[in-house]
């Protein structure tokens, strides 16, 4: 059986993996707009991906799979993208740019311990994959682009098409 904590620490990422689901799904429940939704979509499957493939590490490792439930932080996770998501597509993906921030976090200080070549290559792919996740949720708070393009007036300020 591996080290105790090498198994902890995996559990820790599949845990926020399986939190950051049923986040998505909250916030997807909740955001009607196709772009968004597909992104969101593609995110959530990626998260999903991230548990089973750590859970197969986990088992092998001896430890205990991951379910696919929240934790307390997990509750927490889906509560605030479910009001986020309630006051509009921006707040819910303010959100979910929070989650989103405090996974790329976890992933970061993953990457800080020795980890065998194959398990190190995975959490850098998973790694990959949040970055890849806040820069689009980031730019698509900043960017809005679920709304309809905006016409630059004469003054040169933005105005409706």
């Given at each position: 059986m591996a080290e105790k904590s090498e198994v902890a620490r995996l559990r820790g990422l599949a845990q926020l993996d399986a939190d950051a689901v049923g986040a998505y799904d909250t916030a997807l429940?909740?955001?009607?707009?196709?772009?968004?939704r597909e992104r969101l979509n593609?995110?959530?499957a990626d998260h999903l991906r991230h548990v089973q493939l750590l859970n197969t590490f986990i088992h092998e490792l001896g430890g205990e799979p991951v379910a696919l439930r929240p934790d307390l932080r997990g509750a927490a996770m889906k509560g605030l993208a479910a009001m986020s998501s309630m006051m509009g597509t921006e707040a819910?993906?303010?959100a979910m740019l929070g989650n989103e921030?405090?996974?790329?976090r976890a992933y970061d200080l993953a990457l800080r311990f020795e980890w065998g070549a194959e398990l190190?290559?995975?959490?850098?792919?998973h790694r990959e994959d949040e970055r890849r996740h806040v820069l689009w949720?980031?730019?698509?708070v900043r960017t809005r682009p679920w709304e309809p393009a905006r016409a630059p007036a004469r003054d040169g300020s933005e105005?409706?098409?």
């Open positions: 429940a909740r955001i009607p707009e196709p772009l968004v593609a995110f959530r819910a993906l303010v921030e405090f996974t790329n190190r290559t995975l959490i850098e792919r949720v980031r730019e698509a105005a409706p098409t």
